[in-house]
């Protein structure tokens, strides 16, 4: 089929444009024929060709322009944004450079239709991204610094309303995660140096047990070695110190079974901390419970585990809360610390439960007999196994002597604590049932007015057995 010369298949603007030569190959096809029919028939195909092949050029040639000017566009407005991310403060700077360099670049490109038009998009634009940027910088590092910016004339209209109303949100919410940040961190930070003091404070007490035999001892240089420990806060020296002094005074006082549940409860309810086991050394508990109590301290579970076998115990060894039950559960807790000190299983679900073992102490005639040796007002001074309350092994104080050095709780301002007022006093309710229960007395003492007979109590249980 013959081609229609006139039909060239190209555009009026097309056809204006003059035709380049074609390119060798296309040469060679048309000078391969030598019929004139077909000469002209390979010359028309030439030119077609040769005219596809130049458009496509062009094509090519126009997109790569295109490419590179979207390449240099993207790659100042990354330069931009990067700088004011750097520092929000340049932001001005920046937003100046736009508009000159976006002309510079669009000038580069030859028969741009709307120059004018297309230099205002892209600055805009590109003005508004850069202005964002500063922005939400500003807003994760310093709120006051976002807030100046947005309510800048000329960054506002840059960024619209739109963009300024999402961006002032923005702003509000890193504050707020900031500040829950700032809290969190502090904190973390306080319990951190709170650890750091009761680990510093657990050396210092293991320190004044004499690890040969077990007694107390006053190393020398302890109080001169806590007073330069930065680590440990000044309250805490002022309370070691107290106890050092109780410990020198009183010697490596009996456990008060009360005072112990107690502190157990307050432990596992996170109402104490190690620091308020330090004035029970040398008064209430011995060193070695204080030790135990303050390892619990690090292991709350166990802290609660130890609570719950405490009161399980209770509950069953002393139901009324009367001397003789509350004698055998001291028997009980008395027990059970050096059983915890060994690995004593403390979990209740656990078939070797160490609560089991409560059962064992049931209520004997010796607690009620008992002199009161649990009784939590008397000290270790006043006990009549050691009258005197001296404790020759850190040779602190002896009989005769009076000691006139103020302690350094009490420089500190912060003493030793004074007994509380006396409990109610067990031992005469007991003595005055015994007088009235011995056939031997001729007159027995009046019973308290809250006395109770404990003796017809006990009569009583006996004859149910």
């Known amino acids: 089929m013959a081609l229609d010369p006139q ?49 496509r050029q062009l094509a090519d040639n126009n997109a790569a322009t295109g490419q590179q000017f979207v390449n240099d566009v ?14 929000p403060h340049a932001v001005h700077t920046a937003l100046d450079i736009v508009p000159p360099t976006i002309s510079g670049i669009i000038s580069n490109m030859p028969g741009v239709p709307d120059a004018e038009d297309h230099h205002a998009a892209i600055t805009g634009h590109m003005q508004s991204e850069i202005a964002a940027a500063a922005v939400t910088k500003a807003a994760e590092t310093h709120e006051d610094l976002a807030r100046s910016m947005l309510s800048d004339d000329r960054i506002k209209s840059v960024l619209g309303d739109d963009n300024h109303a999402a961006l002032s949100n ?52 302890w109080n001169q070695a806590i007073m330069a420990d930065m680590r440990v806060p000044p309250q805490d020296k002022v309370a070691l110190f107290n106890a050092h002094e109780q410990l020198g005074q009183n010697g490596d006082a009996q456990t008060d079974p009360h005072a112990l549940v107690d502190m157990v409860r307050r432990l596992a309810n996170g109402t104490a901390a190690q620091r308020d086991l330090y004035p029970m050394v040398g008064s209430r508990m011995s060193l070695a419970d204080v030790g135990t109590l303050s390892q619990a301290l690090r292991q709350p579970e166990a802290a609660g585990q130890l609570h719950d076998t405490l009161q399980s115990a209770r509950r069953q060894i002393a139901p009324n809360g009367d001397i003789a039950e509350v004698n055998a559960f001291g028997r009980f807790v008395n027990w059970l610390m050096p059983q915890v000190r060994k690995g004593a ?51 602190m104080v002896g009989p005769g002597v ?64």
């Open 345 to 395: 299983i403390l979990d209740p679900t656990h078939e070797d439960w160490v609560g089991h073992a409560a059962a064992n102490f049931g209520v004997t005639g010796n607690d009620l007999f008992s002199k009161g040796e649990y009784d939590p007002s008397r000290s270790f001074a006043a006990n009549a196994t050691n009258p005197a309350g001296v404790n020759k092994a850190m040779g």
């Open 402 to 465: 009076t000691k006139s050095v103020k302690s350094l709780g009490e420089i500190f301002g912060n003493p030793v604590a004074k007994a509380g007022p006396p409990l109610k006093d067990y031992m005469a309710d007991y003595e005055a049932n015994q007088a009235r229960t011995n056939p031997t007395e001729t007159t027995a003492p009046p019973l308290g007015p809250e006395g109770k007979d404990y003796m017809a109590d006990y009569e009583a249980n006996q004859g149910k057995k």
């Open 170 to 221: 923005y702003t509000d919410m890193q504050a707020s995660a900031r500040e829950r940040d700032a809290v969190a961190a502090r904190g973390q930070a306080a319990a951190v140096k709170a650890e750091i003091a009761d680990q510093s404070g657990r050396n210092y007490l293991g320190a004044l047990v004499d690890p040969n035999n077990g007694t107390p001892r006053s190393p020398p240089g």
């Open 74 to 87: 993207d790659q100042f407005k990354s330069g931009m944004v990067k700088m004011v991310q750097a520092d």
């Open 7 to 55: 039909d060239t298949g190209t555009d009026d603007e097309a056809q204006a444009q003059p035709a380049a030569a074609p390119s060798p190959a296309l040469q060679d096809f048309q000078s391969a024929f030598t019929h004139p029919d077909a000469q002209d028939w390979a010359g028309e195909v030439s030119t077609r060709l040769n005219d596809y092949f130049q458009r």
